[in-house]
């Protein structure tokens, strides 16, 4: 069987998240076996274009938060695995689509799939991730997990159609924002946290508790995500700098810009962003004008009040390691910022 | 509420569809209310564009598999109803993937909903409507038809795949395109018979006998579907003539007119379907090809096997109303090509 390449955990510099990569370290390995397991298929493409990405270095933060909060419910089945399996594939499914639909050509500093496979293959080796991880969950038979995962499935794919409605669009109102990181992003967050206590069969009360969690760390770590993009810092996360702007997308930080701005800002967003006419020095102007309204701390002020509420949410739950470690990881989310 | 513009079922010119659709009728009317219902959102792209699909005048003959193999069983619930639709989402989800893939104009005669509202939204709004399928499926309750429905959506996908990497691949075999035909079509066609059994606990045999039944008629399908695109006759189909050849598809009637052809017409295939180098006339002169060596003849004459196949499936039920009905579907599917 093939060995999968691990994502470099171990030596990652933000220390919030080694506890819980710590303690979930055992189950994520299940977890990588039986994502390498599921992405067998004798249509060379389907291996080769799903370990790019799974291979690709990214945090799985997701499918730790299913392994997490499993734990926390006190779980000792392994249904979980299969969960959080079906979870990364999920976001793996997006990240292909949303490529192709944002044009984009890096995917955490490397080439993105489209870029090497097509757009085509992209499509469809995202729908065939996303049957697979159907195919995952309905295996384990948990119908409130089912419930779970596949409300997420809709929400997310109706927030990412909002976000291309939104595209180009400066009327966007910070509500319809936060609608749309809501539904692409915290919605899997969510629903990823949620699924762990979920199978343990656990009181309302405890999956309520995980669900906001998981809420409000996908919104935070959006906005911060979205932030970064014009603050200079984005090679941190393998973002192409700029990426946002030079798509039209509108986030946070320009919303609020573009709100307090003057006539000539309004006209620059309106021809940049509104219109896509982008001129060399454009992304340096954008970010001095964000930077001139402090939006990047405005957004970064809201994620650090939705990171709260992430906190505030774990209350439920008695101390303990596994807590202490999901707390670490709205940590994580907020302070890869500065 | 929304008025649903039904397709035009009463005035199909092919009597051996008109059995079915009076028998499902009541139950497709359900399925059209749920299927506009499931197509409701904030976000205005999403019903603007399911409706240019929903209301195009398709057959569903899938979902009325569904509704007709629930009513072979004796099932007295409305579960069925609920399948139906979710079959008839998953069948529209692939169509807008398939467009975007194959960069298609046209779908049953009217511009694709690509051409209307991009690539991209196409992409989404597909993902959207598979979300959806998957919730109501979730909704039904039953882990054997999400058992059917999943493997369906993960296989369907795998055919998709297979097809784009066979795409201007003149060695495709005969093996091949079955292979890529049984994924991409019939699995769909195959499970939307057997959940219909499925939900109304049948005994196994039952549930196999439709299972292939609805297979081998998918399979049928498929290859009559594939062989008007050489007749001259696809615009019966809605489909633009000769888009598969545009496309560097490689369907039946080619790879055997490929194998029988002398050197100069394979050199043809070649620039043309192998290499995408188009000029005018070549469709006329491969249309000729496929005539002089009767290789429509060839996959229509596999069509009728299939066909039998699905006919002898349905020997394990006793002769009635709806069987016969399901039978006729079968000649429905074989007999639009003369």
Do not use: A, P, Q, Y
């Given at each position: 069987m093939d060995v999968l390449v691990p994502p470099?955990?171990?030596?990652?510099?933000?220390?919030?998240l080694q506890n819980i990569l710590a303690l979930t370290s055992e189950d994520m390995s299940a977890v990588d076996h039986i994502i390498l397991d599921k992405a067998?298929?004798?249509?060379?493409i389907i291996p080769e274009l799903a370990h790019h990405l799974i291979d690709?270095?990214?945090?799985?933060l997701r499918p730790m938060l299913t392994i997490a909060s499993a734990k926390l419910a006190g779980y000792s089945g392994d249904k979980h695995i299969s969960l959080a399996a079906s979870v990364e594939f999920m976001h793996t499914a997006t990240l292909l689509h949303d490529d192709v639909v944002d044009e984009s050509n890096f995917r955490r500093g490397k080439k993105s799939a489209r870029l090497m496979w097509g757009n085509q293959a992209s499509v469809l080796v995202g729908d065939f991730l996303l049957g697979q991880a159907f195919r995952m969950m309905v295996d384990v038979g948990s119908l409130s997990a089912l419930r779970i995962l596949s409300n997420a499935a809709a929400v997310i794919a109706e927030g990412e159609v909002m976000q291309l409605a939104a595209t180009?669009?400066?009327?966007?109102t910070e509500n319809s924002y936060l609608a749309i990181i809501s539904a692409k992003t915290a919605a899997l967050f969510s629903a990823a946290a949620e699924v762990g206590a979920a199978i343990a069969e656990r009181p309302e009360s405890e999956l309520t508790a995980l669900k906001t969690y998981g809420k409000s760390l996908g919104i935070a770590f959006q906005l911060v995500d979205d932030a970064l993009d014009y603050s200079g810092e984005s090679r941190k996360l393998g973002k192409d700098v700029g990426d946002d702007f030079r798509e039209g997308k509108i986030t946070l930080a320009v919303i609020l810009a573009y709100r307090k701005g003057n006539n000539d800002e309004r006209a620059f967003w309106k021809r940049t962003?509104?219109?896509?006419?982008i001129r060399d020095g454009d992304l340096e102007r954008a970010i001095s004008i964000v930077d001139r309204h402090k939006t990047i701390d405005s957004s970064l002020e809201r994620a650090r009040f939705y990171g709260s509420v992430a906190r505030n949410a774990m209350a439920t739950f008695s101390d303990n390691k596994i807590k202490k470690a999901m707390i670490d990881v709205v940590d994580f989310c907020i302070e890869r910022a500065s």
């Open positions: 470099d955990r171990t030596h990652d510099t933000n220390i919030k067998i298929s004798d249509v060379d690709s270095g990214g945090k799985r180009k669009d400066l009327t966007t962003l509104g219109e896509g006419e």
